[in-house]
Nanobody, 115 residues
Framework: QVQLVESGGGLVQAGGSLRLSCAASRITFSSADIGWYRQASGKQRELVAVISVGRSTSYADFAKGRFTISRDNAKNTAYLQMNNLKPDDTAVYYC?????????WGQGTQVTVSS
């Protein structure tokens, strides 16, 4: 069974940075499109950024210029570098892998940004 494990969340002050990691197993990682999503309390889950198999990237407007998605296929790991964090970025961040037409999700990692 495919597993995605997020890490790197935590509590940070506004203006700070965090790097989230998504470690994948039981998957041909290089063949999966990887996305980061987030869900704030009481809100719907929303897309943050996506990196394709071919390493093309796409970002939500709120993430442009502050967040960077990347992947290391040799380590079966994707990353989300988040800079200049704001209180509105507080949410649970989830890793998603689209592999062989199936969506897989991690358990999420909490990011809390204090003002």
């Amino acid at each position: 069974q495919v597993q995605l494990v997020e890490s790197g969340g935590g509590l940070v002050q506004a203006g700070g940075s965090l790097r989230l990691s998504c470690a994948a197993s039981r998957i041909t990682f290089s063949s999966a499109d990887i996305g980061w999503y987030r869900q704030a309390s009481g809100k719907q889950r929303e897309l943050v950024a996506v990196i394709s198999v071919g390493r093309s990237t796409s970002y939500a407007d709120f993430a442009k210029g502050r967040f960077t998605i990347s992947r290391d296929n040799a380590k079966n790991t994707a990353y989300l570098q988040m800079n200049n964090l704001k209180p509105d970025d507080t949410a649970v961040y989830y890793c998603n892998a689209k592999y062989v037409l199936i969506d897989y999700w991690g358990q999420g990692t909490q990011v809390t940004v204090s003002s």
